[in-house]
C-alpha cells in the first residue's frame, strides 16, 4: 500500500565526478542529470511544483544566486526554488530540504540537485584557504588552520584514546580506492595495499596524502514525490522514512571531546527514531559515510551506531565494512574514491542507495543479497553539522 505521505525517491540522475576541463559547465552537468532524472521517475517537467539546488560556494562556481539560474535552464519557471548550503553537507542539507517539503504536505514533486564545480578552475592553494575559512574564519581560517589539520586534530585524540592505528586508516583508503574501481563515475579509482598509503606523503599527522579525499567537479539529482505521486511499480519503490540533523561547537577545541563526532551521533539517532531503526548495526544493510579523510569515516560508523565506540577500526579490518561484509560503506568509493563535489555529495549518496536498494547499481558493486535498508551520511566542517537520512526499498 502506498500513502500519500510517503516520501518517495521517484527517479535519479547523476554525472561522473572528476576534473572536467572539456568547456562543459555546471548549467551542463545539472541538466543533463535534472532530465535523467525526471526520465528516471518517469515524470514531465511540469509535474514539479518546487525545486532545491545545494551549492557549496559560490566562491568555487563563481556565480551567485545558482538556484534561479538552474531552475530557468531547466526550464521549469515558475517553481518555487529554494538554494542551501552547509559546508561539506550541503548535499545532506539538500536532501533534507527536498524531504520537509514533501513531508510537510507543502509541495508533492520536488527535485532536488546537488552540484559543485571545485576541481578544475581554482588552484589548489586557493582551495585550501577557502576550505580553511568555512570554520571559524577569524579565529581557524586566518591562524592558517587547514581542514587537513582540523581533521587530524580529531583522529588524532581518538587513537590516543582508542588505540586506532595508521593501518586502520590506510584500510579505509584501500577499500574505498578499489571500490571506486567498479565505479564508472569515480574520480580516483586505484589499486593500492595499506603499504602505499603508509608511505604516501605526509599531510597532518596522522594523515598521509591517500588518507584524504579529492575535490571533485560534479552533479546530481533526484525526483522526491507524494507516495501517490510516483508511478513506476516495475522496481522497488524506495522510501525516505527518516531524517535527522544536529549541530556541534565550531571550534575543535571548544568540544569536550573532539575525536567524536556528536552532532553526527544526535542526528542518526533521530533520523533512526523517525524510521523506526532501534539497533543500525543490526538493521542497517548499506551506508554511504562521509570520508572527508580515512578516520572520518570510521568515526562516523562509531557515531551512527554501526559499530561500538572505538572498534570500527577493528571491525574494518575483519572485511565487515567491505563489498561482502554484514553492511558494505562506502561502495562508491565514497569522497575518497568516488570524488567529493561538496554540493552533489550529499544527493549522490541518495542516488547510488537508491540504485542499490533497486538491484541497479554498478555490476561490480551491487551486492547478490537482498537490501532492504540504507543510511546516507553527510556533514559539514568536522562534523559541526550532520545530516543523517534512512531510506528502505518497498516492493512496488
Known sequence: MTDSADVVVAGCGATAFGAFRDGSTPRDWVLRCAR?????????????DAVVVGSESDFFSLQLAPGALLTDEIGLVPCPVMRVEMGGGTGG??????????????????????FEHAASHLSGDDMRMLYGLSFDADIDGMAGATAANLYALSMAEHMRVHGTTQAQLAAVSVKNHGNARANPGAHKPMAISV???LSSRPVSTPYKL???????????AFVLTAGDVARDRTRPRVLVTG???????????????PHRFRSKERSGRAACAMAGILQPAQQIDVAEIYDAFTGAELQGIEALGLAPEGEAGVALEAGEFGRD????VNLSGGLIGQGGAPG?????????LTRLLQGRYWPGLQPQRRLATALADAHGGIATVSFTHVLEARDG
Open 243 to 257: 531524517s535527522g540533523c544536529a549541530s556541534d561547537h565550531v571550534r575543535l577545541g571548544d568540544r569536550a571531546e
Open 195 to 197: 603499504a602505499d598509503v
Open 36 to 48: 535523467e532524472a525526471l526520465d528516471d521517475a518517469g515524470l514531465e517537467p511540469a509535474a514539479v
Open 325 to 328: 561484509g554484514r553492511l558494505p
Open 210 to 220: 591517500l588518507d584524504c579525499s579529492i575535490i571533485s567537479d560534479g552533479a546530481a
Open 344 to 352: 552533489a555529495t550529499g544527493v549522490m549518496q541518495i542516488v547510488t
Open 93 to 114: 542539507a539538500a536532501v533534507r530540504a527536498g524531504f520537509m517539503h514533501i513531508r510537510s504536505g507543502l509541495h508533492r514533486c520536488v527535485l532536488v540537485i546537488g
